[in-house]
């Protein structure tokens, strides 16, 4: 027996039914060997971690602009976040918590640079059907390896497909519109609750929200720090959670319910659209629309950037338009490449 049967004879000891087994996955489109040591949802775990689009997520936006201070959440310490509460999660309930992280560290590979602001412009400029979370997906299917993907299980790839929940109800009424596994619903909460909280914190840090402004009616719920904020949500999906009918009907109580919704409103009205953080979002705005314009009009920078962006094998002009891959390339950039390319193009370089 292989180290990863013996694992995967141990999972079927400790883990709930209602959890998935790493023995039981859809499987990979393109069928591969099993690896001996790791199960299938390790191997996916550290596919992402290895991958490129990974990396970038160091300096991508979350919502403050990453250089304007080293304690800012980024999207990678915002998806670490993510990772570790769907894991203490998935733990509690004894379900599958290499398949939870795996998810919750893919769910934004494909997010834009600037943080929402970019995606908000390349719905207006490529596609209103442009998301991050199908952008997500895009990357681990067709985008990494110069095109080959990272041949995800079909239990990562659908929870990253299905996590994103933009404004609507923090439990949805379709069901449909949630991810197929128990883990991969984890993962979808466990996001609104890491940034309902770094938000918060990093809002106050810089000072376009105080402490005070928050209302009552969520700091006397869900806590007044980080970490009493981070505790009270977690145990409250634990505990609130049940069985019915053979399925895990994940839950919180209605005040939590409230006063999470609550704050999500006090964010995005005094946060996510103040004037202070709009205001740097429409210059976002402005870079990556003339970027994306500049690249459907110049077929040499297109080229040049798909290299520098090591992206040759996945920017194939016989099978997808200009528009696309110009969208591909623009979504694939950091904040700081993105601003230090339109530097480089649209500002007058001094002659020597």
Known sequence: MSIREEFEEREKNFMSPLGCLSSETQGRKRPEPPCLIRTAFEVD???????????????????????????????????????????????????????????????????????HGGETALKEIFS?????SEQSLRVVEALENKGDGLNLTHEVRDGILRHSKGFGK??????????????????????????????????????????????????????????????TMIRDLI???????GKLCLEMSGEMCSAMA????????????????????????????????FFLENEDRLQKEIINMEMEGCCNPDTQSRER???DLIASMTDRYA????TTIFFPSPLV
């Open 45 to 115: 775990r550290d596919r992402i971690v290895y991958s490129s689009a990974f990396r970038r997520l160091k300096y991508k936006t979350q919502v403050f602009l990453s250089p304007l201070g080293d304690h800012y959440r980024t999207r990678l310490t915002h998806t670490l976040e993510v990772a570790q509460i769907a894991r203490a999660v998935a733990r509690a309930m004894r379900l599958n918590e290499d398949l939870a992280e795996a998810i919750a560290l893919g769910h934004d590979l494909g997010h834009t640079p600037f943080g």
């Open 128 to 132: 209103q059907k442009f998301a991050h």
């Open 170 to 231: 923090i439990f949805p009424d379709n069901p449909d519109a949630e991810p197929c596994t128990a883990e991969g619903k984890i993962v979808r909460l466990a996001d609104i609750m890491a940034y309902l909280n770094h938000d918060l914190d990093d809002a106050i840090r810089s000072g376009v929200i105080s402490e005070e402004q928050v209302p009552e009616s969520c700091s006397g719920v869900i806590g007044r720090t980080h970490s009493q904020r981070a505790t």
């Open 239 to 245: 505990f609130s959670s049940r069985v019915h009918d």
């Open 262 to 293: 609550t704050l999500r409103k006090f964010l995005y009205e005094n946060v996510y659209r103040s004037p202070r953080v709009h205001a740097e979002f429409m210059k976002a705005k402005k870079i990556l629309s003339e970027l994306y314009h």
């Open 325 to 327: 891959i110009v969208c």
């Open 339 to 342: 601003l230090d390319l339109y």
